[in-house]
C-alpha cells in the first residue's frame, strides 16, 4: 500500500499516517519471506552474488541478509536485528527474523481496528515477560563436563546447516576449541572469548575429516634464513618482541653531511654496534625462537644464527597475541626491558611445515593454552567458507553453554509450549491488552508451522495435531523433526537449543516489533535525483526573437 507523501519543499517529504504502519509491516514481512525456506534441517540453501562478483551459497540468516541492499528503512531495521542476534548469542539469526515478521503481521489486525501502537506494545512486552517465565520452567540444566551431552546439544543446534551432513566433525571440533580458551573466573562464571584467541585457518586441499583443533597456534610464515636457522626445535624458549631489529630509520627525511670518508665508515660502525647491542640483550636470555612484529634486519638475522636462534618477522599483532597464551611469553617492547620471567616455555613443539605451495609456522603440544587454532581443511573455498560459518555458530552455541548451562526443547516444541501458556494466561488479562496479548501466542507458532513447510508435509493437519499435544502442559518436549516432519518427543530425538539463544530471540524480535510499531512518521530528507529522459532532446533552434541583439555580430 503506498503511503500518502507530504512535500514540505523540494528536499523533505513526509510519510505520515495509519498507512506508514502498513508500510513497515509489509517491508518487515517481505524481509522475513526472503530467508523462511532457509529454517531447519531440510531448508533451502541461497546462492548470492556479492559486490566483488564472488558466489555465496548458504543458508546462514545472517550471512544472506548482510549482501541485500533494501531501500526501505523498516527493512533495513530488520537486517539489523540478525547481525545483533548473530555478535550476541551467535545463534537464532533466521528464527529471530521469522518471528519479528509475524509479530508485526498479528499486530496490523489491530492496527486496522485503529487500536493505539501504546497499546500493542504494552502487551507485547507483558507477553515478553511470561514468555521467559516459561522458558525458565521447561528449561532444563546440563552439564558442560559431560562431553556426550554437550555434543549432542551442539549437534543439534547445527543439524540445520550444511556440515550437519558430517555427522559429529563440526561440533568436536567447535567443543574443543572452546574448552581450550575457556577461563573461569570464580562463582560459576567463564569467560569464554573466540572472537580473540580462536583464529580458523582455512587451506584449501585434503578432506573436511582431516580438520583439527591444534593445542597451539599455526600463522601463514616461515623462518627468516631458512638455510641458517632451525625449522623444528622441542620444548622451545620462545621470546615475543613489538619492535624492530633494524637500525631507527628516521621519522621524515633525514639528511647527513659527511665531511671526511672516515664518517661513513663510523656511520657504519654505529649502526652495526646498534644491532650487535640488540642481538647480545637478546642472546643473553637464550631464547629459540623470537618472534616480532616489526622488520628484522639482515645483520641482525646474522648475529641470531650464529647464537642459533631462529627468527620470524612481520607477525600480525592478533596472532603474537594467541602465541603469548599459549606459550606463556610476554610481548616486550624494548630489548632493554626483558627479564627472564617474558621468556614463553609453555610450548612443547615449534616447526614449519610447507602446506601445498606455502609454509606454515606450528607452536603446538602446549601444557595449558588459552589459545587455539582450527585447522580446516577441505575441497574449494566455497566449501571452507561455509564450514567456518557454521563452525562459528557452533562455537557461539558451545560458548552459550558454557557460560549458561541450560537447555530448552528445539524443533519447535519451546515455542509451542509458550504458545501455550500464553493462550491460557490470556484469559487473566484485562481490558484491550487481551487481544495482542493473545496474538503473541499465535505468532509463536510461525517456527513450527515454518519447519512444517520447509519439510513439505500438510502444514494445517499437523499444526493442528501439534496445538492439541501442547493443550496439555505433560506434553511441552513435543515438536516436529525437521528432517520427516513428524511430530515426536524432542528430548527422545535428542533436539535441543540453547536457553541463552532462545531467550534472546524473543527478546530481539518482540522489542524490534515494538520499535516499528511506534513509528508514525516517515520524514525523508534526501532528494531525488531525477531519471534522465528516455527521448532525446531535440537541438533547440533560436529564433530572431530569442537572439540577444548585444550579442549579434556586426557584419
Not at 5 to 28: C, M
Given at each position: 500500500?503506498?503511503?500518502?507523501?507530504?512535500?514540505?519543499?523540494?528536499?523533505?517529504?513526509?510519510?505520515?499516517?495509519?498507512?506508514?504502519?502498513?508500510?513497515?509491516?509489509?517491508?518487515?514481512?517481505?524481509?522475513?519471506?526472503?530467508?523462511?525456506?532457509?529454517?531447519?534441517?531440510r531448508a533451502m540453501l541461497k546462492m548470492l552474488l556479492d559486490a566483488g562478483g564472488?558466489?555465496?551459497?548458504?543458508?546462514?540468516?545472517?550471512?544472506?541478509?548482510?549482501?541485500?541492499?533494501?531501500?526501505?528503512?523498516?527493512?533495513?531495521?530488520?537486517?539489523?536485528?540478525?547481525?545483533?542476534?548473530?555478535?550476541?548469542?551467535?545463534?537464532?539469526?533466521?528464527?529471530?527474523?521469522?518471528?519479528?515478521?509475524?509479530?508485526?503481521?498479528?499486530?496490523?489486525?489491530?492496527?486496522?481496528?485503529?487500536?493505539?501502537?501504546?497499546?500493542?506494545?504494552?502487551?507485547?512486552?507483558?507477553?515478553?515477560?511470561?514468555?521467559?517465565?516459561?522458558?525458565?520452567?521447561?528449561?532444563?540444566?546440563?552439564?558442560?563436563?559431560?562431553?556426550?551431552?554437550?555434543?549432542?546439544?551442539?549437534?543439534?543446534?547445527?543439524?540445520?546447516?550444511?556440515?550437519?551432513?558430517?555427522?559429529?566433525?563440526?561440533?568436536?571440533?567447535?567443543?574443543?576449541?572452546?574448552?581450550?580458551?575457556?577461563?573461569?573466573?570464580?562463582?560459576?562464571?567463564?569467560?569464554?572469548?573466540?572472537?580473540?584467541?580462536?583464529?580458523?585457518?582455512?587451506?584449501?586441499?585434503?578432506?573436511?575429516?582431516?580438520?583439527?583443533?591444534?593445542?597451539?597456534?599455526?600463522?601463514?610464515?616461515?623462518?627468516?634464513?631458512?638455510?641458517?636457522?632451525?625449522?623444528?626445535?622441542?620444548?622451545?624458549?620462545?621470546?615475543?618482541?613489538?619492535?624492530?631489529?633494524?637500525?631507527?630509520?628516521?621519522?621524515?627525511?633525514?639528511?647527513?653531511?659527511?665531511?671526511?670518508?672516515?664518517?661513513?665508515?663510523?656511520?657504519?660502525?654505529?649502526?652495526?654496534?646498534?644491532?650487535?647491542?640488540?642481538?647480545?640483550?637478546?642472546?643473553?636470555?637464550?631464547?629459540?625462537?623470537?618472534?616480532?612484529?616489526?622488520?628484522?634486519?639482515?645483520?641482525?638475522?646474522?648475529?641470531?644464527?650464529?647464537?642459533?636462534?631462529?627468527?620470524?618477522?612481520?607477525?600480525?599483532?592478533?596472532?603474537?597475541?594467541?602465541?603469548?597464551?599459549?606459550?606463556?611469553?610476554?610481548?616486550?617492547?624494548?630489548?632493554?626491558?626483558?627479564?627472564?620471567?617474558?621468556?614463553?616455555?609453555?610450548?612443547?613443539?615449534?616447526?614449519?611445515?610447507?602446506?601445498?605451495?606455502?609454509?606454515?609456522?606450528?607452536?603446538?603440544?602446549?601444557?595449558?593454552?588459552?589459545?587455539?587454532?582450527?585447522?580446516?581443511?577441505?575441497?574449494?573455498?566455497?566449501?571452507?567458507?561455509?564450514?567456518?560459518?557454521?563452525?562459528?555458530?557452533?562455537?557461539?552455541?558451545?560458548?552459550?553453554?558454557?557460560?549458561?548451562?541450560?537447555?530448552?526443547?528445539?524443533?519447535?516444541?519451546?515455542?509451542?509450549?509458550?504458545?501455550?501458556?500464553?493462550?491460557?494466561?490470556?484469559?487473566?488479562?484485562?481490558?484491550?491488552?487481551?487481544?495482542?496479548?493473545?496474538?503473541?501466542?499465535?505468532?509463536?507458532?510461525?517456527?513450527?508451522?515454518?519447519?512444517?513447510?520447509?519439510?513439505?508435509?500438510?502444514?494445517?493437519?499437523?499444526?493442528?495435531?501439534?496445538?492439541?499435544?501442547?493443550?496439555?502442559?505433560?506434553?511441552?518436549?513435543?515438536?516436529?523433526?525437521?528432517?520427516?516432519?513428524?511430530?515426536?518427543?524432542?528430548?527422545?530425538?535428542?533436539?535441543?537449543?540453547?536457553?541463552?539463544?532462545?531467550?534472546?530471540?524473543?527478546?530481539?524480535?518482540?522489542?524490534?516489533?515494538?520499535?516499528?510499531?511506534?513509528?508514525?512518521?516517515?520524514?525523508?530528507?534526501?532528494?531525488?535525483?531525477?531519471?534522465?529522459?528516455?527521448?532525446?532532446?531535440?537541438?533547440?533552434?533560436?529564433?530572431?526573437?530569442?537572439?540577444?541583439?548585444?550579442?549579434?555580430?556586426?557584419?
Open positions: 500500500m503506498q503511503a500518502p507523501v507530504l512535500v514540505l519543499n523540494d528536499a523533505v517529504k513526509r510519510e505520515s499516517g495509519k498507512n506508514v504502519h502498513h508500510a513497515n509491516i509489509q517491508a518487515s514481512r517481505a524481509v522475513a519471506d526472503i530467508i523462511r525456506t532457509t529454517l531447519g534441517p564472488g558466489i555465496v551459497v548458504t543458508n546462514d540468516g545472517n550471512a544472506i541478509l548482510r549482501e541485500l541492499d533494501l531501500a526501505h528503512p523498516a527493512a533495513k531495521s530488520m537486517i539489523e536485528l540478525s547481525r545483533t542476534q548473530d555478535e550476541e548469542v551467535g545463534d537464532g539469526t533466521t528464527s529471530v527474523i521469522v518471528l519479528a515478521g509475524e509479530m508485526l503481521y498479528v499486530a496490523e489486525a489491530f492496527i486496522d481496528k485503529s487500536y493505539h501502537p501504546t497499546v500493542i506494545c504494552r502487551a507485547y512486552n507483558k507477553a515478553l515477560e511470561d514468555a521467559i517465565a516459561a522458558l525458565d520452567n521447561i528449561s532444563v540444566p546440563i552439564d558442560v563436563n559431560d562431553r556426550q551431552s554437550m555434543l549432542s546439544m551442539v549437534k543439534s543446534c547445527i543439524g540445520t546447516k550444511f556440515t550437519g551432513q558430517f555427522g559429529t566433525l563440526i561440533a568436536d571440533l567447535a567443543i574443543d576449541a572452546t574448552t581450550l580458551v575457556s577461563v573461569d573466573l570464580g562463582n560459576g562464571l567463564h569467560e569464554v572469548d573466540i572472537k580473540k584467541y580462536v583464529k580458523v585457518e582455512k587451506i584449501p586441499g585434503g578432506q573436511l575429516e582431516d580438520s583439527k583443533v591444534l593445542r597451539g597456534v599455526m600463522f601463514n610464515k616461515d623462518i627468516v634464513t631458512p638455510g641458517k636457522m632451525r625449522r623444528r626445535i622441542v620444548n622451545p624458549r620462545i621470546m615475543l618482541l613489538d619492535c624492530p631489529l633494524e637500525y631507527k630509520k628516521g621519522e621524515n627525511m633525514t639528511n647527513a653531511e659527511l665531511m671526511n670518508e672516515d664518517d661513513w665508515h663510523t656511520l657504519l660502525k654505529m649502526e652495526e654496534e646498534y644491532i650487535l647491542k640488540l642481538c647480545n640483550q637478546i642472546a643473553s636470555f637464550k631464547p629459540d625462537l623470537v618472534i616480532t612484529e616489526k622488520g628484522l634486519s639482515d645483520l641482525a638475522c646474522h648475529y641470531l644464527s650464529k647464537n642459533n636462534i631462529s627468527a620470524i618477522r612481520r607477525v600480525r599483532k592478533t596472532d603474537n597475541n594467541r602465541i603469548a597464551k599459549v606459550c606463556g611469553a610476554v610481548i616486550v617492547n624494548r630489548p632493554d626491558e626483558l627479564q627472564e620471567s617474558d621468556i614463553g616455555t609453555g610450548a612443547g613443539l615449534f616447526e614449519v611445515k610447507k602446506i601445498g605451495d606455502e609454509f606454515f609456522a606450528f607452536i603446538t603440544e602446549c601444557k595449558d593454552p588459552k589459545a587455539c587454532t582450527v585447522l580446516l581443511r577441505g575441497a574449494s573455498k566455497d566449501l571452507l567458507n561455509e564450514v567456518e560459518r557454521n563452525l562459528q555458530d557452533a562455537m557461539c552455541v558451545a560458548r552459550n553453554m558454557i557460560k549458561n548451562p541450560r537447555l530448552v526443547p528445539g524443533g519447535g516444541a519451546a515455542e509451542m509450549a509458550v504458545s501455550a501458556h500464553l493462550k491460557q494466561k490470556s484469559s487473566f488479562v484485562e481490558g484491550v491488552d487481551k487481544w495482542p496479548y493473545e496474538a503473541v501466542a499465535r505468532a509463536l507458532e510461525a517456527i513450527p508451522r515454518t519447519l512444517a513447510q520447509n519439510c513439505g508435509v500438510n502444514v494445517i493437519r499437523t499444526m493442528t495435531a501439534l496445538q492439541a499435544k501442547h493443550a496439555n502442559a505433560d506434553n511441552a518436549w513435543f515438536g516436529i523433526d525437521g528432517n520427516t516432519g513428524v511430530i515426536s518427543d524432542m528430548k527422545e530425538l535428542g533436539i535441543w537449543d540453547a536457553y541463552n539463544v532462545k531467550v534472546q530471540t524473543f527478546k530481539t524480535a518482540i522489542e524490534a516489533a515494538c520499535m516499528l510499531l511506534r513509528i508514525d512518521d516517515i520524514v525523508s530528507g534526501i532528494k531525488k535525483k531525477q531519471a534522465p529522459s528516455s527521448t532525446p532532446s531535440k537541438p533547440q533552434v533560436e529564433d530572431e526573437k530569442d537572439v540577444d541583439s548585444e550579442q549579434m555580430i556586426p557584419e
